[in-house]
């Protein structure tokens, strides 16, 4: 199908904009700019340097959009929202497959 596309990025290491949820962090990821045309199926990776496999929710996507999605991520060992991003650097790395007409 000639309408049919995949699409891949990064939220970026280091850079990613984690948001406090609780005791928790969540992020929202832009995918606006491969132009869906409805919600694509999108599929997740949580990447870092450190600690990053003791996460929970790393492959869950909500509220997803033809223009974007969140992740939460839930990990009760590192009580320092400040370490996630400066010093363990998680991202999101994420495949969207969808048509764009």
Partial sequence: DTCAKTCAGSTGRGITN???YHSDTFVDVDISGCG???TP?????V????SHWIVQGSSSVYSATKDSFRVYLANHSI???DKIKAEYKWNIDWIAV????
């Fill in 18 to 20: 984690f948001q406090p």
């Fill in 41 to 45: 199926t999108v599929v997740i990776s």
């Fill in 36 to 38: 869906f045309a409805k």
């Fill in 47 to 50: 990447e870092g340097t450190s």
């Fill in 98 to 101: 969808g048509f764009t007409c």
């Fill in 79 to 81: 009580a320092n929202r």
